[in-house]
């Protein structure tokens, strides 16, 4: 029997909603939202009832039966660390959604709706590899500064999905492989994922890693302490600096690496960023086969970025030793929840308790 899922995706600006039957998409939508509409509620939770009643009147408008589904799930967010896989939506999930365990976020909507649609039908609701995934071995955790540990903070959703296509499409176990798996989108993370665990991840909106398109990076930390003492920017100032005006923000004015592919031919200002790029993307990876032991069975490329043939065909040059490449251009999203869900209703997996 097929199993119809409703997938919910919200963000800051935006709802993505799917209708899926088995991993078939039937339709999609993105809900935008003015700032105007936005600014009405004080927190994000407030903006529940507002967000519910556009999905259902898209819902409506398409003559679609919500009766018809078997399952809602929603993104996930900012929970307090959980291994990876799908979680049914708890009274006790549903809460810390609520009160914004580590933050505020418009992801945290995602399991709230899929918990209320799910129930007002008597359908279960879940939530699939949110942006907390932690699946850090112990000696991944030390920075070096105790009161500063590193964590797990990543595009936990994407990069475990591009990690179990893969190894369905190669007629593999994800669990009995190592790789390393690159997203390189507004943000970049790099992890190694050993055996079914992602047991390290360089992740830029942490100050780790590779600046990315709007993102620092890991930056040489007595440059920063001298800029954050310098009195010439407030907290927010220096932090929008790192997240949001990093990067290729920072060097070139553009988020846009096609911007800067196409700037790099008679530029060479855009050309040493491009080089930088795909140099310090390139250094993540090789630490990462070092965390697999030079034992990796496949680098698996994605996000936005895996669309530029030039970009991937540096870093080949650069990690192809390691081992051989795939690409997964983009993300989907709605498609790696409905995923997720499927897994749990076919008996794949066991839905995990929160």
């Given at each position: ?70 399952v809602v799930v929603g993104r996930g967010g900012l929970l307090k660390p959980i291994p990876g896989g799908t979680y049914a939506v708890s009274d006790e999930l549903l809460e810390d959604l609520k009160i914004g365990k ?253």
């Open positions: 029997m097929s199993v119809k899922s409703l997938i919910i995706n919200p963000g800051s600006t935006s709802t993505k909603i799917g209708v899926f039957e088995d991993e078939t998409l039937l339709f999609e939508e993105t809900l935008r939202h003015s700032t105007e509409e936005i600014a009405q509620y004080a927190t994000i939770v407030d903006q529940k009832d507002f967000r519910k009643d556009i999905i259902l009147n898209l819902l409506n408008e398409k003559e679609f039966d919500i009766k018809s589904l078997n580590q933050g505020q976020h418009a992801s945290n909507l995602g399991g709230i709706l899929a918990r209320e649609i799910g129930d007002e039908i008597g359908v279960p609701s879940y939530i699939v590899d949110p942006v907390v995934v932690d699946e850090l071995c112990d000696e991944a955790r030390l920075s070096g500064v105790p009161e500063i540990p590193r964590i797990s903070i990543f595009h936990a959703l994407n990069q475990k999905a591009v990690a179990k296509r893969y190894a369905k499409e190669n007629g593999l176990k994800y669990e009995d492989l190592n790789l390393i798996v690159v997203h390189m989108g507004g943000g970049v993370s790099v992890g190694a994922h050993k055996k079914g665990q992602v047991i390290d991840v360089f992740n830029a909106l942490d100050g780790d890693g590779a600046f990315s398109p709007e993102r620092a990076g890991g930056v040489p930390v007595g440059g920063l302490i001298s800029m954050c003492f310098s009195g010439k920017y407030t907290e927010k100032e220096v932090y929008k600096k790192l997240v949001g005006n990093g990067g290729l923000n920072a060097y070139l004015g553009t988020n846009d690496m096609r911007d800067v592919i196409k700037a790099a031919e008679t530029d060479d200002k855009a050309k040493l960023v491009r080089d930088a790029f795909t140099y310090q993307v390139s250094k993540d990876i090789g630490s990462m086969a070092c965390v697999l032991g030079g034992k990796v069975d496949r680098i698996i490329v994605t996000g936005g970025i895996a669309y530029n043939n030039l970009i991937i065909d540096k870093l080949k040059a650069a990690a192809g030793w390691i081992a051989e490449f795939t690409v997964y251009g983009g993300e989907d999203e709605l498609l790696a929840l409905a995923q997720g869900g499927l897994r749990v209703l076919n008996g794949e997996e066991e839905a995990k308790a929160y």
